[in-house]
């Protein structure tokens, strides 16, 4: 373990010392997936690597560092554009439809009506006008604004598109064309949206999303001190919470199960479920037991989620498959693919290894969502982690490649950036693309530039 961890760390210089590089190239915003990967992914895993069982933790060491050396190889990696002229897109009423704010925010409007008009309950309106208060309920109800909604696929695809992409796209463009009073009556619109189903994810992602296209309208220097003030803003922050973590018998790093709830468990110790992570022990809390007043329970929660959840979930999923299940999954489950499940693997994990072990915590839909190098093993083993690192460098490339010196093309690319960074740590490669919207985000890109090839070679040939 020790030698893994001194390999890790070494890793963690060299990433860094690269990405230093790239901001000083002015390339800041370029590595975005790869400090999200380094930041989520690689540093928790090295945190908690003594409490994954041993058996598993060198695959899934390789998981991590093939993924993390793959996303930064396509993010450090820069492409020749061609060279793009304003006037043509003048020229296409495509083109300038697709800079078009009313476009978008017609969209997303009717998105919401939609979507509103399926729900037979909003969580938020529950929880704050009927005072609603049942952790279990809620969840319940949060599911039920998604994935146990009554309706097909492609309609809860539309859903997270709004957020992820038309919704950002719509108040970016507002800014930009200077209807700041219009911008934020939507931004709280779309915040409303992205919060009614009590889940956070949405709103971090249209708030993510938002904010880089802003601060990719800065020039370097600007965003440089856009970067300072954040920090030293934080200083503070960070600082009382290392404290706290570090000092505080009800942090997510000091709490300890006590042995009789370990052995209610009645888990044998050759059991991967028996070894417990930060997370388990914290999942192990009354709902009596006193609890944290701000800002301390924000602190737990960030830890709890963001750090530690992401490869507490993945670690789960290199011991299930295929120790557990008996075999690799292959396309099980895919679309097209015409290989059904009774159980998603998302699902057979979270009951195995949530459900079971704490049922006053989790509902029988628990959905144990893993990061793409967890769920490319589970489903090809170490062959499908390569593969899934060789396809995260080929839609890196493939974005980069796109991409046009156009407010439509850099807004889209940005988009596509920032969905990499937030979901390749949580999500699988076939939700990052579809379900996610990424491949909604090529395709668009795709339209883009073959549009404004054809107007090129049209205005050329009129100049003939």
Not at 12 to 37: C, H, Q, R, T
Not at 443 to 459: G, H, N, P, T
Request: hydrophobic letters at 50%; glycine letters at 4%; one cysteine or more.
């Amino acid at each position: 373990m020790n030698e893994l961890k001194i390999f890790i760390a070494l890793f963690v210089a060299i990433s860094s010392g690269l990405m230093i590089y790239a901001v000083v190239k002015k390339n800041d915003l370029e590595i975005l997936p790869s400090f999200s990967w380094l930041i989520l992914v690689i540093i928790p895993f090295w945190a908690q690597l003594n409490t994954f069982p041993v058996e598993t933790v060198s695959t899934h060491a390789f998981g991590v560092l093939l993924i993390g050396s793959c996303v930064l190889v396509g993010d450090l990696i820069q492409l020749k554009r061609i060279e793009y002229t304003l006037a043509i897109e003048e020229k296409s009423k495509l083109l300038a439809a697709l800079k078009n704010y009313k476009l978008y925010t017609l969209v997303f409007t009717l998105i919401v009506i939609l979507h509103l008009t399926l729900l037979k309950k909003i969580p938020l309106w529950e929880k704050y006008y009927h005072h609603v208060h049942d952790p279990i309920l809620l969840a319940t109800m949060r599911e039920e604004t998604s994935k146990l909604l009554a309706v097909g696929a492609f309609y809860k695809y539309i859903f997270n598109w709004a957020l992820i992409i038309i919704g950002p796209c719509a108040l970016f463009l507002m800014i930009k064309n200077r209807k700041y009073i219009i911008a934020i009556l939507f931004f709280i619109f779309s915040l409303g949206y992205a919060l009614m189903s009590l889940a956070q994810f949405p709103a971090y992602i249209l708030l993510a999303s938002t904010a880089v296209l802003i601060l990719k309208e800065l020039n370097f220097k600007r965003r440089l001190t856009v970067y300072s003030v954040l920090i030293v803003l934080s200083l503070p922050v960070v600082n009382s919470a290392l404290l706290f973590y570090k000092e505080n018998p009800k942090s997510v790093f000091n709490v300890k199960a006590s042995k009789n709830d370990i052995a209610e468990l009645g888990l044998s110790e050759n059991d991967f479920r028996y070894h417990l992570t930060y997370g388990d022990h914290t999942r192990f809390e009354k709902n009596e037991d006193g609890k944290l007043n701000f800002p301390y329970s924000s602190y737990n929660y960030l830890a709890y989620r963001l750090f530690l959840g992401p490869t507490d979930v993945s670690s789960r999923w290199y011991q299930y498959y295929p120790s557990i299940s008996g075999h690799f999954i292959g396309l099980e489950g895919l679309p097209f693919s015409g290989k059904k499940a009774s159980k998603s693997a998302a699902q057979s994990v979270g009951t195995w290894a949530y459900r079971d072990r704490f049922p006053k915590k989790y509902l029988d839909s628990v959905s144990a969502y893993a990061s793409i190098d967890a769920d490319a093993y589970a489903r090809f083993g170490l062959i499908g982690i390569v593969m899934a690192g060789v396809l995260v460098v080929l839609i890196r490339l493939s974005l980069k490649w796109l991409l046009l010196d156009s407010v439509t093309s850099n807004m889209l690319y940005s988009i596509g950036v920032v969905s990499m960074a937030l979901l390749l740590p949580i999500a699988s490669l076939q939700a990052i693309l579809i379900p996610n919207g990424v491949f909604i985000v090529l395709s668009l890109m795709i339209l883009y530039k073959i549009s404004y090839v054809f107007a090129l070679k049209e205005q050329k040939a009129e100049s003939i």
